[in-house]
């Protein structure tokens, strides 16, 4: 049964009376809505109340409370669905976010772009090869990478195998944390078999002693363990691409008169979707989860400001994040701007830097990559133009891997492009290695270590 309320009339399926850019031509239409009805009968991946507890240490953030890592793959493959690859990505976050505790001084919110983020946006609906045209991949969501019309044929029954990989992943995620893995007692649970040889062995065993010594003392004065040294708390989150699928987890929990969209705890809208009356949008402004926009070269002050007023028209606070993505070149110049906008309506937002996507280039031979340099240097301009604005830069989005992969050229052991074809496995957008993003955290524990927090 529809429900909508007399003031907002809006329901999971009112985004189809607008127009829905960047999804998927289905031939079998049929399959389509018997793929999409049998979805909604399934349980949802997550629950209201992490939902919920997300919007409050989102909130925190806000007030500078707490510092937000969001990191994961640029899209998942369903072959990452493996017990090895999932622990891995846990490891490095659950690591960075151990060098941001130490150096900030504040708790960290561990957000991963994982158990669900399987479909991407593309620049084209068709892709050519020697002639041959067919349709682009769009993430294992919607159809598979091969290039073959077989396997480029938007299928239905992806949606579903979708739905299994998710809800196993964060499944696996969970028994992890609740069995003791996220303990910062034991961070020798999160040791990479290739860690040993890194140039940054050294620097990262000491924040281990240091924090291990810390909570050693604090139970020893107090007689009792550190109550959130325990269970670190670990939410999921993904594009929100492919509307029909986030519909069809869409619930409405009585208990709270709300509707949630439990596929995932922190959805978000692209900027290739982010059009105020667009169909992204009409969704996202009915689901009472936090969500976030990406925000970037393009969108001005008055597009924004809409989006933040249709998105969070009460000013609740954990509602809205903006993840700004301007690339090194631009974000001096991009990024006041919309700071000031925001700041003009009165609203309270958490500002996120998304350092990977304004600054992607392509090799001589074609693949794409990002310098390790220009990634640094965009998150260090954000932290500069947030302080010079009087506003607070609340977390980092990566696109990353705890494999030991040679995606992004530079960091610790300087990656050159001669470098990438060694181990360059990613299908759509390159990814920091586990040692570059365990650097990058280094950088933001020091440079706010030495600066002061604010």
Same mark, same amino acid.
């Given at each position: 049964?529809?429900?909508?309320?007399?003031?907002?009339?809006?329901?999971?399926?009112?985004?189809?009376?607008?127009?829905?850019?960047? @999804?998927?031509?289905?031939?079998?239409?049929?399959?389509?809505?018997?793929?999409?009805?049998?979805?909604?009968?399934?349980?949802?991946?997550?629950?209201?109340?992490?939902?919920?507890?997300?919007?409050?240490?989102?909130?925190?953030?806000?007030?500078?409370?707490?510092?937000?890592? @969001?990191?994961?793959?640029?899209?998942?493959?369903?072959?990452?669905?493996?017990?090895?690859?999932?622990? @891995?990505?846990?490891?490095?976050?659950?690591?960075?976010?151990?060098?941001?505790?130490?150096?900030?001084?504040?708790?960290?919110?561990?957000?991963?772009?994982?158990?669900?983020?399987?479909?991407?946006?593309?620049?084209?609906?068709?892709?050519?090869?020697?002639?041959?045209?067919?349709?682009?991949?769009?993430?294992?969501?919607?159809?598979?990478?091969?290039?073959?019309?077989?396997?480029?044929?938007?299928?239905?029954?992806?949606?579903?195998?979708?739905?299994?990989?998710?809800?196993?992943?964060?499944?696996?995620?969970?028994?992890?944390?609740?069995?003791?893995?996220?303990?910062?007692?034991?961070?020798?649970?999160?040791?990479?078999?290739?860690?040993?040889?890194?140039?940054?062995?050294?620097?990262?065993?000491?924040?281990?002693?240091?924090?291990?010594?810390?909570?050693?003392?604090?139970?020893?004065?107090?007689?009792?363990?550190?109550?959130?040294?325990?269970?670190?708390?670990?939410?999921?989150?993904?594009?929100?691409?492919?509307?029909?699928?986030?519909?069809? @987890?869409?619930?409405?929990?009585?208990?709270?008169?709300?509707?949630?969209?439990?596929?995932?705890?922190?959805?978000?809208?692209?900027?290739?979707?982010?059009?105020?009356?667009?169909?992204?949008?009409?969704?996202?402004?009915?689901?009472?989860?936090?969500?976030?926009?990406?925000?970037?070269?393009?969108?001005?002050?008055?597009?924004?400001?809409?989006?933040?007023?249709?998105?969070?028209?009460?000013?609740?606070?954990?509602?809205?994040?903006?993840?700004?993505?301007?690339?090194?070149?631009?974000?001096?110049?991009?990024?006041?701007?919309?700071?000031?906008?925001?700041?003009?309506?009165?609203?309270?937002?958490?500002?996120?830097?998304?350092?990977?996507?304004?600054?992607?280039?392509?090799?001589?031979?074609?693949?794409?990559?990002?310098?390790?340099?220009?990634?640094?240097?965009?998150?260090?301009?954000?932290?500069?133009?947030?302080?010079?604005?009087?506003?607070?830069?609340?977390?980092?989005?990566?696109?990353?891997?705890?494999?030991?992969?040679?995606?992004?050229?530079?960091?610790?052991?300087?990656?050159?492009?001669?470098?990438?074809?060694?181990?360059?496995?990613?299908?759509?957008?390159?990814?920091?290695?586990?040692?570059?993003?365990?650097?990058?955290?280094?950088?933001?524990?020091?440079?706010?270590?030495?600066?002061?927090?604010?």
């Amino acid at each position: 049964m529809t429900r909508s309320t007399a003031t907002t009339q809006w329901h999971p399926a009112s985004w189809q009376s607008k127009t829905a850019q960047q @999804q998927p031509k289905y031939a079998d239409n049929q399959a389509l809505e018997n793929a999409v009805a049998a979805l909604s009968r399934l349980p949802p991946i997550v629950v209201s109340w992490e939902v919920e507890a997300l919007r409050e240490q989102i909130a925190a953030a806000q007030r500078g409370e707490r510092f937000v890592l @969001q990191g994961g793959d640029c899209a998942e493959s369903f072959d990452d669905c493996d017990s090895d690859k999932i622990a @891995q990505k846990l490891k490095i976050l659950l690591q960075m976010s151990l060098v941001l505790l130490h150096g900030l001084k504040k708790p960290i919110v561990r957000i991963g772009r994982m158990a669900g983020q399987y479909a991407k946006p593309r620049s084209a609906d068709t892709e050519t090869r020697d002639g041959l045209t067919l349709p682009s991949y769009r993430g294992d969501l919607v159809n598979r990478p091969a290039f073959t019309a077989v396997d480029r044929e938007p299928d239905p029954s992806q949606l579903l195998r979708g739905y299994e990989r998710a809800a196993l992943t964060l499944n696996f995620v969970r028994a992890l944390v609740d069995g003791g893995f996220a303990d910062l007692h034991h961070p020798e649970y999160w040791n990479l078999g290739f860690m040993h040889h890194s140039p940054l062995k050294d620097a990262y065993q000491g924040i281990v002693d240091s924090i291990g010594d810390s909570l050693d003392f604090l139970e020893s004065i107090s007689g009792r363990p550190v109550h959130t040294s325990g269970r670190q708390e670990f939410y999921a989150s993904h594009e929100g691409l492919h509307l029909l699928y986030e519909q069809a @987890q869409t619930r409405f929990i009585p208990r709270g008169q709300r509707w949630y969209n439990l596929s995932t705890h922190l959805p978000w809208i692209g900027m290739r979707t982010a059009g105020v009356d667009s169909a992204h949008v009409e969704y996202f402004r009915g689901i009472s989860n936090p969500v976030a926009v990406k925000v970037g070269p393009g969108m001005n002050a008055e597009w924004l400001q809409a989006l933040v007023q249709t998105l969070n028209p009460n000013n609740q606070p954990g509602r809205l994040t903006l993840i700004h993505r301007f690339g090194a070149g631009n974000i001096e110049r991009g990024l006041p701007e919309l700071i000031q906008a925001v700041r003009s309506l009165g609203q309270t937002v958490l500002w996120i830097c998304d350092p990977m996507h304004g600054n992607t280039e392509s090799t001589a031979s074609g693949l794409k990559t990002r310098r390790f340099e220009n990634i640094l240097k965009e998150l260090e301009l954000a932290f500069d133009v947030h302080e010079e604005q009087g506003s607070r830069l609340g977390g980092v989005h990566f696109e990353l891997t705890g494999e030991d992969i040679t995606e992004c050229i530079g960091g610790a052991r300087g990656l050159k492009e001669a470098d990438l074809a060694r181990a360059y496995r990613s299908q759509v957008d390159p990814r920091l290695n586990y040692e570059q993003s365990l650097e990058l955290a280094m950088l933001i524990a020091r440079r706010k270590s030495v600066r002061g927090n604010s």
